[in-house]
């Protein structure tokens, strides 16, 4: 390896290195509250040196979204691979997403913490065209199989691939929310004691969010299915 190859090979790995400190800051303070000057001192680095390496806290934050997007297609990617049928691609899109949410829990929370970043105009970034096109790729992987179901008639023919994959969607961020919500919040020190004083908190904390959320999955394509 030429001494050119290894200084950008080094530059990507201190590239990497930051992002995924600034993922970590993210997760803590909020991707809008969150200062160049927090992920530096994660990173153990200047604020100066960030800055050789990203011109400012939105190129970063593009950069954290476009490490989120692509790990998550990896997944879709994998789940779907073995699928013999466009019905079993749709529910290991869902089997994807809940190993995403175990694996890699903090870039979950991250890709559904893009709402906060609306505020920012990112579209005068270099990166930005390539964060639409990771995104323009996963949704492609979503939509495919459900246009396969269409035209092979599992699916009914006035169905709208976008609206079933929005759908899929929606319903699996809420049930996963809720998941999350009671996995974190419910579970503090106190969480015996609030059990056993609140009956709704215990049914809740009693739920199988997994096979929830499959049953959703399922129900959602019955009720786009051809008759």
């Given at each position: 390896m030429g001494i050119q190859e290894r200084k950008e090979r080094e530059r990507e790995q201190r590239k990497a290195a930051i992002i995924d400190c600034a993922m970590k800051v993210f997760l803590v303070k909020g991707m809008i509250s969150a200062t160049m000057d927090e992920i530096a001192e994660c990173a153990e680095l200047s604020k100066a040196t960030l800055y050789l390496y990203f011109k400012n806290k939105e190129e970063l934050i593009l950069h954290a979204i476009g490490c989120v997007l692509q790990t998550f297609t990896e997944y879709l990617e994998t789940e779907m691979a073995n699928a013999k049928s466009s019905r079993?691609?749709?529910?290991m899109i869902g089997e994807a997403y809940l190993k995403f949410y175990h694996e890699c829990h903090s870039q979950?929370?991250?890709?559904?913490?893009?709402?906060?970043?609306?505020?920012?105009?990112?579209?005068?970034?270099?990166?930005?065209?390539?964060?639409?096109?990771?995104?323009?790729?996963?949704?492609r992987i979503i939509c495919d199989p459900i246009d396969d179901a269409i035209k092979n008639g599992y699916l009914r023919k006035d169905v709208n691939s976008m609206e079933v994959a929005i759908t899929l969607w929606s319903a699996?961020?809420?049930?996963l929310n809720l998941m999350n919500h009671v996995e974190t919040t419910h579970l503090g020190q106190c969480h015996e004691?609030?059990?056993?004083?609140?009956?709704?908190?215990?049914?809740?904390?009693?739920?199988?969010?997994e096979q929830l959320l499959k049953n959703l999955w399922k129900a959602i394509l019955t009720s786009y299915q051809s008759k």
């Open positions: 079993e691609k749709i529910l979950y929370v991250i890709l559904n913490s893009q709402d906060s970043t609306s505020g920012y105009d990112f579209s005068n970034l270099e990166i930005y065209n390539d964060i639409l096109a990771k995104s323009n790729h996963l949704w699996s961020n809420g049930m004691v609030y059990v056993r004083r609140d009956d709704y908190l215990r049914k809740m904390d009693e739920l199988d969010y």
